[in-house]
């Protein structure tokens, strides 16, 4: 049985009238809930509001493999809410409204409780930090967890970040997934002086913070993993791209799973490749594909 414990924000994306469910911590958490075994347990921690769309979440949670008892509801703050919009040059662009439930993440004594437990793996992001009250929750998080696996999906958004955040991440996690935009970040902030290449740049990485495994997506090219000093690429399939929200989060989710299920770093990288690729088919960050199909291409 795994013990997996996840943190950070879960928000709605709001378009015009429509509310739709998600935060990459939400969608990666539900998406590893789908591929993990119903015995293995899965505790998500966040904050909603005491409104209509923390009912709708915790409704959503409950008719899912998530274990909501970690789920704190706060009568002073809102569920968290990013309202999507076209810019004056015509392009998507949103608001990630502040000093939300999410934000607000207390250390209480079910925190605490939980803590006293081994766990399989860790995950969390640099944007659930924003706040110096969930920030302060995550860092005792980090100071009292006995996890083998401690996850970092970066999900820099807007400028909710900070050098010292991230470095205070990459000193504690054994698994980062990252992107190519937000790896010119990193570059930027930590290693302006090295070549722009993707390889050097992961391996600095890994010289400086000691990370077992570095996943590196690179949208239609393909994704790439550092491990044990060795660099693999693997190329993406051709398919029918319909949406790409949550195609990270899956990704992350992916990763997580094969390397809890012992797959080397090949299948690991193939693995979390098709269930990406299989995600981007389907429409919204919280869709389902067929798990089973993927799962049983590499004997899982």
Known sequence: MNNILTFGELLYDVYDNVSVIGGAPFNYSLQLSRLINNEDKLRFITALGND???????????????????????????????????????????????????????????IEKALQE???????NIL???NEKSYSTLKKIFKNIDSKYKVCDVTFRKNYYTKDKIKESLEFVNILKINDDELAVIKELFYPSLEND????LKAINKDFNIDYIFLTLGAKGASVLHNDEYIFSPSNKVNVIDTVGAGDSFCAALSYAILKNLDVNNV??????????????????AKYDTKKVKSKFGL
């Open 52 to 110: 209509d769309y923390s009912k709708d979440a915790i409704n959503f949670i409950n008719n899912e493999n998530i274990d909501s008892s970690l789920i704190e509801i706060l009568d002073n703050y809102e569920t968290g809410k990013a309202t999507v919009f076209l810019n004056e040059k015509k392009v998507p662009d949103y608001i990630i409204h502040e000093n939300v439930a999410w934000d607000n993440i207390e250390y209480n004594e079910n």
């Open 118 to 124: 081994k766990y399989d793996m860790f995950y969390f």
């Open 128 to 130: 659930s930090q924003r």
């Open 198 to 201: 993707n390889e050097t740049l």
């Open 269 to 286: 990288l193939k693995f979390a490749s098709s269930v990406s690729e299989e995600m981007v088919q389907v429409k919204g960050g919280t």
